[in-house]
């Protein structure tokens, strides 16, 4: 089994890997400077730390919609090209307690997407004008699916989960389903949110895991599963863990991990991708904090059902 030495990248948060069928593995995040969608690739793991296969796919306008906090950037393999989607600001104002994010999409159908062929997509439209982010896809029996977070006005909080079908890689064929909003306590510490929601397919269940509460030490990650025979555009087709299943790690001194992604090592074992701090005197708002440092362990299954453990 592939050991790894944590963290495995420094002051990226929201990362995701991906694992292609050409055996590479491909690596996004945001940022400290919120200004531009990395993109690395290697072989290993172990080697996106160091990889010399890294590009900007693209720096944030000066002005405009999306030109300002460029954040969580996902990079996605479908209908035979690349996608990234990201969310986008017009600044760094806040209005009515909220920032003021899009989501954006960019493409590129080389086969290598480390490459400067990217196109700006556009705005990725949901149906609702409010504050969205942290989009994510997935596939099943030929049907694109797209989970998000977003702010329905009429429900309190920052942020719920949605998910609808795509009729393109950048465009919903169904209304917006309302998947959870944060509803528990562990949810609604410094800010209500559900966000950063990431699916994985392992023994007959779709698994949704998902971030909760403010950006600090409190960060922590929810569960929703559904049977793979359902109808995953069916809410009630998702059951919701009362509880959270990965939250920090006082012993170890690892703060707030969340916002993960799923990938596996190179010998196929499934492995947690997430992002922690390893302090928690914070000055100011933890947005601002750079050190939230990309970290990775090994997924463990138990009847079926996923072991987060500890953050390590």
Same mark, same amino acid.
């Given at each position: 089994?592939?050991?790894?030495?944590?963290?495995?990248?420094?002051?990226?948060?929201?990362?995701?890997?991906?694992?292609?069928?050409?055996?590479?593995?491909?690596?996004?995040?945001?940022?400290?400077?919120?200004?531009?969608?990395?993109?690395?690739?290697?072989?290993?793991?172990?080697?996106?730390?160091?990889?010399?296969?890294?590009?900007?796919?693209?720096?944030?306008?000066?002005?405009?919609?999306?030109?300002?906090?460029?954040?969580?950037?996902?990079?996605?393999?479908?209908?035979?090209?690349?996608?990234?989607?990201? @969310?986008? @600001?017009?600044?760094?104002?806040?209005?009515?307690?909220?920032?003021?994010?899009?989501?954006?999409?960019?493409?590129?159908?080389?086969?290598?997407?480390?490459?400067?062929?990217?196109?700006?997509?556009?705005?990725?439209?949901?149906?609702?004008?409010?504050?969205?982010?942290?989009?994510?896809?997935?596939?099943?029996?030929?049907?694109?699916?797209?989970?998000?977070?977003?702010?329905?006005?009429?429900?309190?909080?920052?942020?719920?989960?949605?998910?609808?079908?795509?009729?393109?890689?950048?465009?919903?064929?169904?209304?917006?389903?309302?998947?959870?909003?944060?509803?528990?306590?562990?949810?609604?510490?410094?800010?209500?949110?559900?966000?950063?929601?990431?699916?994985?397919?392992?023994?007959?269940?779709?698994?949704?895991?998902?971030?909760?509460?403010?950006?600090?030490?409190?960060?922590?990650?929810?569960?929703?599963?559904?049977?793979?025979?359902?109808?995953?555009?069916?809410?009630?087709?998702?059951?919701?863990?009362?509880?959270?299943?990965?939250?920090?790690?006082?012993?170890?001194?690892?703060?707030?991990?969340?916002?993960?992604?799923?990938?596996?090592?190179?010998?196929?074992?499934?492995?947690?991708?997430?992002?922690?701090?390893?302090?928690?005197?914070?000055?100011?708002?933890?947005?601002?904090?750079?050190?939230?440092?990309?970290?990775?362990?090994?997924?463990?299954?138990?009847?079926?059902?996923?072991?987060?453990?500890?953050?390590?």
């Amino acid at each position: 089994m592939t050991d790894f030495v944590n963290p495995i990248i420094e002051q990226r948060a929201d990362p995701h890997i991906y694992k292609h069928t050409d055996g590479y593995y491909y690596f996004t995040a945001s940022v400290p400077e919120y200004d531009r969608i990395e993109i690395r690739r290697a072989k290993t793991i172990k080697e996106l730390n160091t990889t010399s296969e890294l590009i900007n796919a693209w720096y944030k306008p000066d002005v405009g919609p999306y030109s300002d906090l460029i954040w969580a950037p996902e990079l996605h393999f479908i209908d035979n090209a690349w996608y990234v989607y990201f @969310a986008a @600001a017009p600044s760094r104002d806040i209005v009515d307690g909220l920032f003021q994010h899009r989501m954006y999409a960019i493409s590129n159908r080389n086969a290598n997407p480390i490459t400067d062929e990217w196109v700006f997509e556009g705005q990725v439209e949901t149906g609702m004008d409010t504050f969205c982010l942290d989009a994510t896809s997935f596939s099943h029996q030929g049907v694109n699916y797209y989970v998000w977070a977003q702010k329905q006005n009429d429900i309190q909080g920052n942020s719920n989960l949605y998910i609808a079908e795509l009729e393109t890689p950048t465009t919903l064929k169904t209304p917006p389903q309302l998947l959870t909003i944060p509803e528990f306590e562990w949810e609604q510490i410094g800010f209500w949110v559900n966000e950063g929601p990431s699916v994985i397919h392992r023994h007959g269940k779709f698994w949704m895991t998902y971030s909760a509460s403010a950006t600090d030490e409190n960060y922590c990650m929810g569960l929703l599963y559904a049977d793979e025979d359902s109808n995953l555009l069916d809410p009630a087709s998702w059951h919701k863990s009362e509880q959270p299943v990965f939250r920090t790690n006082w012993d170890k001194k690892i703060y707030g991990p969340g916002h993960n992604s799923f990938t596996v090592d190179e010998e196929g074992h499934d492995l947690l991708v997430y992002h922690a701090r390893d302090y928690t005197e914070i000055e100011g708002d933890p947005l601002w904090d750079p050190n939230r440092h990309t970290r990775i362990k090994r997924l463990e299954w138990d009847n079926g059902f996923p072991i987060f453990g500890d953050a390590i």
